[in-house]
């Protein structure tokens, strides 16, 4: 009975390191594998990253701080993508914006310059927030990339926007996750900054090594690896690494761990102080919890990254991505691909492509991405290139600066206001408005004065295509008391700029 016992002890031993040797996989220099498994794990990606939006749309910034409960079902049923595609199109901004990019990779080919991608994106008609609705007004008025995403201009620079549009990189990227950061460098700084370009470094890195591993642990960790390890970013991801390693069976304490240390934000304009949350690290630890909890399992790893809440649209969407190019097409459970019926001929919202039109396209994508980068393409199998993950280079969003509070600045019809503070930095969150729906749309021009001095005029347009999400901003003055005035130069009583608070923040304890 002894040795039986003894022997069962080492079968147990060894199936745990063996368990944990999974975690420290080493891949080999380059895999081959054939086109059609190529094809088959490009046709997940997008196919997963649709059904993971679809899934979480109807929850989407409605379960904030919190968790939706498991008494509560998850909707989905035959057709659901296609009824969502017709009914909610704007739904789709994670897919339709990843789309703009791919068609400029299309058209113009691998070399395009920056100019091309932000052009494509700023000329769109698509309503676009946060980061990218900064960034998109900061190119159409004389602010270029990579200026028009850097945290100066764009006070959402360390929001969720370029995560949740740097499937694309991955996905022609198989198996290369510094060339996936590489495409991310260049487009992701068009409305990112810091932690927001990281998050999109890391999404693009988890699809890049999820052609080449089917374990989770591993494509986190490693695409984790592309992220400098003295970033916020990291230490958020890093934790919930550590934390699923100290409960491995219970996703709701990490999901607490989560909450107590990364809950707050102070620099998104319009979550300061609120339980909305939309920067990249927390939404991108929800991505992790649900993709180590649910240890390739599809069905739990969607639920639990909706169920994560917050933006638990886009969340699922990278996981069911991520899931979808690790198991290929064909291996997407029936229960989730039956909600595609109807749905993959149907052109997504503001573009000529489909989902069969992109699985094709993609797969062309990541074969001459493959041949740019040393790999070898032949009649019906490719050679990929392993690349080892590489840090991108260090960048710290609002360096420095402190949230002091929040003060409350309800104004309306404003033609001039004035406040007063004490700090380094500010914003004036409001908006400019039509009284009527009826009336054509208006640009209001508006001077900020700080000090005395005339510090910019900027345009205030009413179109919502076309408007500045915050009223003004400035994060680099002297530390100190300081009066800001704002003058509206073309005031018209058809239309009415209105004044919400002001954010101030400080580099020093006050």
């Known amino acids: 009975?002894?040795?039986?016992?003894?022997?069962s002890v080492l079968v147990i031993l060894i199936s745990v390191i063996a368990g944990c040797a999974q975690h420290t996989e080493t891949l080999p220099a380059q895999m081959t594998m054939s086109k059609d498994e190529l094809r088959d794990k490009i046709k997940g990606g997008w196919a997963g990253q649709t059904i993971g939006v679809a899934l979480g749309g109807p929850y989407e910034f409605r379960f904030n701080g919190t968790w939706?409960?498991?008494?509560?079902?998850?909707?989905?049923?035959?057709?659901?993508?296609?009824?969502?595609?017709?009914?909610?199109?704007?739904?789709?901004?994670d897919v339709y914006v990843d789309l703009t990019f791919v068609e400029v990779f299309e058209e113009e080919g691998f070399d395009s310059p920056v100019s091309s991608f932000a052009n494509a994106f700023a000329d769109k008609e698509y309503m676009l927030w946060h980061a990218n609705q900064a960034a998109r007004y900061n190119l159409q008025n004389g602010i270029e990339a990579p200026e028009s995403g850097h945290w100066k201009n764009n006070p959402h620079a360390q929001d969720?926007?370029?995560?949740?549009?740097?499937?694309?990189?991955?996905?022609?990227?198989?198996?290369m996750p510094n060339a996936a950061s590489e495409i991310s460098d260049k487009i992701g700084h068009i409305m990112n900054y810091g932690e927001g370009w990281y998050g999109g470094v890391f999404v693009g890195a988890m699809y890049s090594l999820a052609f080449v591993s089917d374990d989770v642990n591993y494509i986190v960790e490693e695409a984790l690896k592309t992220v400098p390890e003295n970033s916020e970013f990291y230490r958020t991801i890093n934790d919930v690494v550590q934390w699923h390693r100290q409960y491995p069976d219970d996703w709701l304490q990490t999901w607490f761990e989560i909450q107590k240390?990364?809950?707050?934000?102070?620099?998104?304009p319009i979550g300061v102080h609120m339980a909305f949350n939309i920067n990249a690290k927390l939404n991108s630890a929800y991505v992790v919890l649900g993709l180590l909890y649910g240890d390739g399992d599809y069905t739990r790893s969607l639920e639990i990254s909706t169920r994560a809440g917050q933006d638990n649209d886009c969340n699922p969407g990278t996981v069911g991505g991520v899931l979808g190019v690790m198991m290929g097409y064909e291996n997407i459970p029936d229960y989730w691909k039956k909600g595609l019926d109807?749905?993959?001929d149907i052109?997504?919202?503001?573009?000529?492509?489909?989902?069969?039109d992109i699985y094709e396209i993609g797969f062309e994508h990541a074969l001459q991405n493959l041949e740019r980068n040393d790999g070898m393409?032949?009649?019906?199998?490719?050679?990929?290139?392993?690349?080892k993950p590489e840090a991108v280079r260090y960048e710290e969003g609002f360096p420095g600066l402190k949230l002091v509070g929040k003060k409350d600045f309800q104004k309306r019809n404003v033609e001039s206001a004035s406040f007063s503070?004490?700090?380094?930095?500010f914003v004036l969150r409001g908006e400019a408005r039509k009284k009527n729906n009826n009336f054509p749309e208006y640009t209001f021009e508006a001077e900020l004065y700080i000090d005395g001095v005339l510090v910019e005029t900027v345009k205030l347009p009413t179109d919502i295509i076309k408007r500045r999400l915050e009223l003004f901003w400035n994060y680099e003055l002297e530390e100190g008391e300081h009066e800001v005035e704002v003058r509206v130069l073309n005031p018209d009583k058809r239309y009415e700029i209105r004044t919400e608070d002001i954010i101030i923040y400080s580099k020093s304890d006050i």
Not at 1 to 7: D, S
Not at 71 to 77: A, D, E, F, V
Not at 377 to 387: L, S, W, Y
Request: charged share 25%; aromatic share 14%; net charge negative.
């Open 347 to 356: 052109d997504f919202a503001y573009t000529s492509i489909s989902l069969n």
């Open 342 to 344: 109807g749905a993959e």
């Open 377 to 387: 393409v032949e009649v019906d199998k490719v050679t990929i290139p392993i690349q």
């Open 421 to 425: 503070f004490t700090g380094s930095g």
């Open 261 to 268: 240390k990364y809950s707050e934000d102070e620099f998104c």
């Open 68 to 93: 939706i409960q498991d008494y509560q079902p998850l909707i989905w049923h035959e057709g659901y993508v296609k009824k969502t595609m017709v009914n909610r199109p704007q739904l789709f901004d």
């Open 160 to 175: 969720i926007d370029y995560q949740i549009e740097a499937d694309y990189a991955g996905l022609m990227s198989p198996g």
């Open 1 to 7: 009975m002894k040795k039986i016992r003894l022997y």
